[in-house]
T-cell receptor, first 112, second 112 residues
Framework: NAGVTQTPKFRILKIGQSMTLQCAQD?????MYWYRQDPGMGLKLIYY???????DKGEVPNGYNVSRSTTEDFPLRLELAAPSQTSVYFC???????????FGQGTRLTVV | KNEVEQSPQNLTAQEGEFITINCSYS?????LHWLQQHPGGGIVSLFM???GKKKHGRLIATINIQEKHSSLHITASHPRDSAVYIC??????????????FGKGTHLIIQP
């Protein structure tokens, strides 16, 4: 199994540009999450989804949008990139609330 | 005060030493996760605990729900154990669907 696949691994954006971070899982997991990891800080939840068609905001959703049209895919959209969005982004999934969490390899994003 | 606190923040030890990383939390939880992150790498789940103790190879994780405390132990440590170890909890509030709350991580270096 591929598990959780994130693309791209690295990206440099200019201020004001937009991009979509892709996340796909092949484990038929219901729950999917986007987190960001900043130096010296714990991961923070951006958005999450409990199934196709259902998404909700996490702790730090401003400047981001998500969609969940299929069980497998959970893309994260950045509109009008800002330097404060420079971070490492992780997508994660789990079958249920009390099951193991699987993480992607991360996307390192720099906004200049 | 962070809801999840880890100690120590940094730990350097010699190969073969017994390692203990601690995690304290201040909220009601349904589960606690221990995760491993190698430099520049993705995040891997080591354990998910809701009570008692789990063992996998040289790794042991324990949790005391009453004291809101968990420990991760590494026996016969090896340089390949060098990584950041992250404690994360699934809070009871919100039905647990709204992701994990993370500690800042413990940076472990095992010297040969």
């Amino acid at each position: 199994n591929a598990g959780v696949t994130q693309t791209p691994k690295f990206r440099i954006l200019k201020i004001g540009q937009s991009m979509t971070l892709q996340c796909a899982q092949d484990m038929n997991h219901n729950y999917m999450y986007w987190y960001r990891q900043d130096p010296g800080m714990g991961l923070k939840l951006i958005y999450y989804s409990v199934g196709a068609g259902i998404t909700d905001k996490g702790e730090v959703p401003n400047g981001y949008n998500v969609s969940r049209s299929t069980t497998e895919d959970f893309p994260l959209r950045l509109e009008l990139a800002a330097p404060s969005q420079t971070s490492v982004y992780f997508c994660a999934s789990s079958y249920g609330v009390l099951t193991e969490a699987f993480f992607g390899q991360g996307t390192r994003l720099t906004v200049v | 005060k962070n809801e999840v606190e880890q100690s120590p923040q940094n730990l350097t030890a010699q190969e073969g030493e017994f390692i203990t990383i601690n995690c304290s939390y201040s909220v009601g939880i349904s589960a606690l996760h221990w995760l491993q992150q190698h430099p520049g790498g993705g995040i891997v789940s080591l354990f998910m605990l809701s009570s008692g103790k789990k063992k996998h190879g040289r790794l042991i994780a324990t949790i005391n729900i009453q004291e809101k405390h968990s420990s991760l132990h590494i026996t016969a440590s090896h340089p390949r154990d060098s990584a950041v170890y992250i404690c994360a909890v699934r809070r009871n509030s919100g039905g647990g669907a709204d992701g994990l709350t993370f500690g800042k991580g413990t940076h472990l270096i095992i010297q040969p």
